[in-house]
DNA sequence: TTGTACGCGTTATCAT
DNA sequence: ATGATAACGCGTACAA
């Protein structure tokens, strides 16, 4: 009842341990006959290495980590995750690594959760994701010795490898979009300044807006929350001359956005145009339906764990395409129509 | 810069690897004074014991496993495994023990991933969410030997506990909201049947109506995603005698019903009252606010780690009280009034 | 190909 | 009562 070990196998097939081993990890040195024999009676044996024993033995973890700081709700709302870890997956199980995760709720607990993954040697590297600017996570994980790959755009050079959708065609093609479409007031809600992606989206609103020759429009600071996507659509549309469209960095804040327009008999997109970021499954289904940016996450995820693997082998980069993020039109946006508001 | 090991602190304190081991692990049979004094040397060469040795040598994982089945667009959209990993997390940390993330895209392949969670000795036991009816797993795992800790409502006895918010308070506190506003054709867009969540909600619905002495309203089956809830919004819509109200079995389907009654020109409370479940983050930000069913997620994940701990340690469950799942009244929801449809 | 040391704690057996 | 010693768990890798 108890598991097959490489013994057993090695007494069934009448060799050595170290055959067993070299069989099993197609070795050369081993006579074609007999490696095929060995792997018949482990398959018989129903023998598969231990992994324990293995990763003790390699002192490697075979696996690696997962930290994700945020408060649980904000998370929930977040489609980013779940497809990126089905993407990480997908890499990891092919190298028999495992993914280990944890959600702590803020930035100060993540520190000690990465000396823990360390000191025990939990795993051989680790994903940073939700990265801000000044992040000291890449610096400490550089003092750790571990491994990192950085989820999210390159901002500068940095220790650690970044992966991800660069964002700004998205925005960027949101904005022309809506310039297509005759607007000159676009405003933009944006994620927090101090994280890298709150900043990258903003920035692209920015330069978007520049290269069509208009004017800056206003910006507000949020932090990808529905509530705070709410509270910003609110002090734009309280200003004295108020967008004609809306840029938001994320497709939750634009749907608070949306609804709080919509609450103020403002129509959308007659009145105002709105675009959003992530194209949730929702985003299809509202109404209106929402335009918004598209990316490949999946393959982000991907990605991540191929780069993460190679700097844990040590090996060069693969270098790996990733589709540019994409705008979805759909009729959130429309064309500007200048008429007075009531 | 290599790793302290046991060793190392052996012999800066003096003693035998053995007393370093019983040190740590607080066992009787080491004088204090040597206790305090291996503890501290300890401290001082900064050791932590090796999480593999210690795997290896207690032939335990010291990890737990959580398969998500799902196709990763579906997951998304859900708000429940981050908070209830959260939740697991919490408890589990505080254990020494790891949460082993494996997320598959259909059931086909997740008996494969079990395997090769035990064939390798990978985890001490699994976490099962969304069980259907008749699900092979609890079986399979009892086959495999690996203790499990079912999530969601008990379906009848099993082999393993079930953890989980009993969701049928919720929704017979939605249906008699509703009752209470004055409405009497109730309908429901529920989960797949097959699902023991789908099965539990419907059934309470169904219940509540009884129980007010109604008659059963219409009920479409539906899959929890958005499309598939708008779908069944436009068939209740298209009846002869469309319902005054519907019960979603969970938020994403209630906000994808809602903007598609709202695209007909229908008013979301005044013509339709909509009630959903998950209490997701965006409800409050609709328009109108979302009425919906809040439950306990995080304490669901934290119970449920606490009760798969106790099984691999072969100790007496610890009776844990989760708040039950409670409606939350927002605007979506209003008193019928007998008009007639245009 | 085989034999064996090794990685690093845990625990049962012994000695004082 | 204290603490040392050695076997053990299970692959991997190198010398023979």
Redesign the interface.
């Known amino acids: 009842m108890t598991?097959p070990t490489i013994n057993d196998v090695a007494r069934a097939a009448g060799v050595s341990k170290g055959a067993v081993s070299f069989a099993l990890n197609s070795r050369p040195g081993l006579a074609p006959g007999t490696r095929e024999r060995i792997l018949k009676v482990a398959q018989e044996i129903g023998w598969?290495?231990?992994?324990?024993?293995r990763?003790?033995s390699v002192?490697r973890?075979l696996?690696v980590g997962l930290v994700i700081a945020r408060p649980?709700?904000?998370?929930?709302?977040?489609?980013?995750?779940?497809?990126f870890?089905?993407?990480l997956?997908s890499v990891l199980?092919e190298h028999?690594h495992?993914?280990?995760?944890?959600?702590?709720?803020d930035h100060e607990r993540e520190r000690p959760s990465y000396r823990?993954l360390v000191?025990?040697?939990?795993v051989d590297g680790v994903f940073v994701t939700d990265l801000f600017v000044d992040d000291p996570r890449p610096a400490l994980l550089a003092e750790l010795g571990l491994p990192a790959v950085i989820i999210g755009p390159a901002l500068g050079k940095g220790i650690w490898p970044a992966v991800g959708v660069d964002d700004a065609p998205g925005i960027m093609g949101a904005v022309e979009h809506l310039v297509a479409l005759g607007h000159s007031h676009i405003a933009h809600v944006a994620g927090p300044h101090g994280m890298v992606h709150g900043h990258s989206r903003q920035r692209a609103w920015s330069t978007a807006l520049l290269r069509a020759g208009l004017a800056q429009g206003p910006c507000i600071e949020a932090d990808f929350?529905?509530?705070s996507?709410?509270a910003a659509t609110r002090q734009l549309l309280d200003l004295a001359e108020p967008p004609t469209a809306i840029v938001y960095a994320n497709d939750?804040m634009a749907?608070?956005g949306?609804?709080?327009a919509?609450?103020r008999g403002i129509d959308v997109p007659t009145d105002l145009s709105i675009t959003g970021y992530d194209d949730?499954?929702?985003a299809?289904?509202?109404?209106?339906t929402l335009t918004t940016v598209s990316s490949d996450v999946?393959g982000t995820g991907r990605a991540a764990a191929t780069r993460l693997l190679e700097l844990i082998d040590k090996q060069p980069p693969t270098d790996i395409v990733l589709p540019p993020a994409r705008l979805v039109v759909r009729n959130s946006s429309g064309p500007w129509r200048p008429t007075h508001r009531p």
């Open positions: 598991r598969t290495p231990s992994f324990r024993a990763a003790l002192s973890a696996a649980p709700d904000t998370l929930g709302a977040d489609p980013f995750f779940p497809s870890i089905a993407g997956e199980s028999d495992a993914l280990l995760l944890q959600v702590v709720a823990r000191d025990e040697g939990r929350s529905a509530e996507g709410a939750l749907m608070a949306m609804s709080l919509q609450s949730t499954e929702i299809a289904h509202l109404q209106p999946i």
